[in-house]
Structure formats: C-alpha cells, structure tokens
Nanobody
Framework: QVQLVESGGGLVQAGGSLRLSCVAS????????MNWYRQAPGKQRELVAG???????YYADFVKGRFTISRDNAKNTEYLQMNSLKPEDTAVYYC??????????WGKGTLVTVSS
C-alpha cells in the first residue's frame, strides 16, 4: 500500500520559516519525481516545486529564492524548506510522487497558515 505522509505544517508569522517533510512508503521512491503542490481556499491546486529522480529542480516563480526543495532517497523523504513566508503562502501543501499520469500518488496534505 502506497502512503505519502506530510508533516511540518503549522501557524507561523509572516517572515518566518517552516520545513515540510513527506515520507513515502510502498513505492520505489528513488525512481519517482517528487513534487510539492499547494491549494489555498477557493483556489486551484498549483505546483510549488519539484525535484526529479535525477535531481533536476523546478520552482514556481512565486517561491523562487524563498523555498528550497530536496530529497533523501535513503530515507524515502522529500523536504520543502520555506523561508520568508508570506500570508499568501497560506494553503494546504501536498506531496506528490510522479512517474506517469497513471502512476502517481498524493499525500493528504499539511496546512500552512501564515499570519500577517
């Protein structure tokens, strides 16, 4: 059974930092591209950052210079270090493991709330 479990969300003041983690089980973690998405209330889910199985990294423009994605294949874990948080970063953050459109998995999400 595949599980992706996010942790690290919470309430933080604007300008603060959080580190999200996503632990995967039931998949060959190292061969999956790993992504972080977020969904704010009333908005569509959007891609925040991704790291491929080969280590290539992508950031959405709205987080460049503030967020850092990484992965530890030995621990089946991906991370999202979030610095200089803004109120508009408030959202549920989801972990995604992707190989193909039909071979991908999602976590249940972790809530990040940034107060002004």
């Amino acid at each position: 059974q595949v599980q992706l479990v996010e942790s690290g969300g919470g309430l933080v003041q604007a300008g603060g930092s959080l580190r999200l983690s996503c632990v995967a089980s039931g998949i060959a973690f190292s061969i999956y591209d790993m992504n972080w998405y977020r969904q704010a209330p009333g908005k569509q889910r959007e891609l925040v950052a991704g790291i491929t199985s080969g280590g290539s990294i992508y950031y959405a423009d709205f987080v460049k210079g503030r967020f850092t994605i990484s992965r530890d294949n030995a621990k089946n874990t991906e991370y999202l270090q979030m610095n200089s948080l803004k109120p508009e970063d408030t959202a549920v953050y989801y972990c995604n493991a992707f190989r193909t459109r039909l071979d991908q998995y999602w976590g249940k999400g972790t809530l990040v709330t940034v107060s002004s």
